[in-house]
Nanobody
Framework: QVQLVESGGGLVQAGGSLRLSCAASRSIFSINVMGWYRQAPGKQRELVAT???????NYADSVKGRFTISRDNVKKMVILEMDSLKPEDTAVYYCYVRGMKYYSGGYDDYWGQGTQVTVSS
């Protein structure tokens, strides 16, 4: 059973835009953090952006001013708007959720399977 469903990856030219979305399973009823990480070939996985349940956002320095993260608490979705894309943004992007299921007494980390973003020169 898929717990996080990602969409929006693809191929785009440098300077273009792309939007990623991620929807959490209905079984995850309480979410305190949603966001995106990425991993480029030969690189470590790194934080891109996160947003808390209170609306606080955090961005990697490399994407500040270009990417915008937002969330829909009703739909349990997180959106990443990516503008002015650069070739160095090419990576597999992973949705991240820290949430709680109804039967759980605490929060757990959940990861999407990853979606490829490729930015051509």
């Amino acid at each position: 059973q898929v717990q996080l469903v990602e969409s929006g990856g693809g191929l785009v030219q440098a300077g273009g835009s792309l939007r990623l979305s991620c929807a959490a399973s209905r079984s995850i009823f309480s979410i305190n953090v949603m966001g995106w990480y990425r991993q480029a070939p030969g690189k470590q996985r790194e934080l891109v952006a996160t947003v808390t349940s209170g609306g606080s956002t955090n961005y990697a320095d490399s994407v500040k001013g270009r990417f915008t993260i937002s969330r829909d608490n009703v739909k349990k979705m997180v959106i990443l708007e990516m503008d002015s894309l650069k070739p160095e943004d090419t990576a597999v992007y992973y949705c991240y959720v820290r949430g709680m299921k109804y039967y759980s007494g605490g929060y757990d980390d959940y990861w999407g399977q990853g979606t490829q973003v490729t930015v051509s020169s």
